[in-house]
């Protein structure tokens, strides 16, 4: 899994899976390749650790996260009440941004007051993916430094929230909570910009499409702000780009510009993604052209940064 969930602690490839399904150390990579070879071949390995399974009736399954507009409220309830960072200010104004009216906050290093102000409002964290509810009190998922990145729906609403962290990980994870009690798992998404910040979506529009919601707002800001830009959380998110496609149908939309990262060209994974992507949209009668900008920068706001 390569969600990066920012509640989970599993991701990783193959062996990271069969590792944690034998109990053998992931970090042992030449043991656990050779442990599925042995496996494959009939002649299973012996592993250095016993598997402990957890009885079924100790798996605390997530809840359903609420409708949209219920997670819309809180989010902006929970957002009011935090801040962004002087050196997270700085970050987003190096990559073009100015952010006043954009939302984004820093993760609060402590929560205590946060929640204590919320309950006032008689805010539930309920069904709300990345806070779960323990014997009453509110908890959030993530306390690791770093600042949050809304996703805003067709209608403008916020359904859920990435997070860059400040520990160096380039991924951005989905602040979600699976597994705790009264949490629950994030959405895979598509952002459709900013309100009153990135242009809507038309069909007298140029649509770009690219991958991650800073990374839309960037580009469409630094090429002038004239055209919508949507952002998928990756070139693998099939289900959600269906359902874009659908959404850019009703709209009258029949042309978006793929805008993703020029990494295609080294990486057959990420052609093969977008090729089906390319597949999904023609079932709706949308064509798609490629924006190529070349390969010295991999992404359409390292592109619009550098001109």
């Known amino acids: ?69 219920e997670l819309d409220k809180v989010y902006r309830a929970v957002l009011n009440e935090l801040t962004l960072n002087p050196e997270h200010r700085e970050n987003l104004r190096k990559r073009g941004l100015t952010v006043d009216r954009c939302l984004y906050r820093s993760v609060p290093e402590h929560w205590a007051g946060v929640f204590v102000r919320l309950k006032k409002q008689k805010v539930s964290f309920i069904g709300i993916p990345g806070f779960y509810e323990k014997n009453g009190k509110a908890f959030s998922a993530c306390t690791k430094p770093g600042f949050f990145i809304p996703y805003f729906n067709a209608d403008n609403q916020i359904v859920g929230m990435q997070i860059r962290f400040d520990d160096g990980d380039k991924r951005y994870r989905w602040f979600s909570s699976p597994g705790y009690e009264n949490g629950c798992s994030a959405k895979n998404i598509a952002s459709y910009g900013i309100p009153e910040v990135m242009p809507k979506c038309a069909k007298d529009k140029t649509v770009y499409i690219t991958e991650g919601a800073l990374k839309a707002h960037i580009a469409c800001t630094l090429s002038g702000n004239s055209n919508p830009y949507i952002a998928l959380a990756g070139v693998n998110c099939f289900n959600q780009w269906e359902a874009t496609c659908e959404h850019l149908k009703a709209l009258g939309v029949t042309h978006v510009v793929d805008a993703f990262d020029s990494d295609r060209e080294s990486n057959e994974h990420v052609r093969n993604a977008l090729k089906k992507l390319y597949a999904i949209a023609a079932r709706y009668g949308i064509t798609m052209t490629r924006f190529n900008w070349g390969t010295a920068y991999k992404g359409v706001d390292d592109y619009f940064l550098a001109v």
């Open 1 to 69: 899994c390569f969600h990066c969930c920012s509640g989970c602690p599993y991701s990783g490839g193959m062996i990271d899976l069969y590792c944690m399904f034998t109990g053998i150390d992931p970090n042992d990579r030449q043991f656990a390749k050779h442990a599925i070879s042995m496996d494959l071949s009939g002649k299973p390995a012996h592993t250095k650790c016993k598997i402990v399974m957890r009885p079924e009736s100790d798996i605390d399954l997530s809840l359903q996260a609420r409708p949209d507009a």
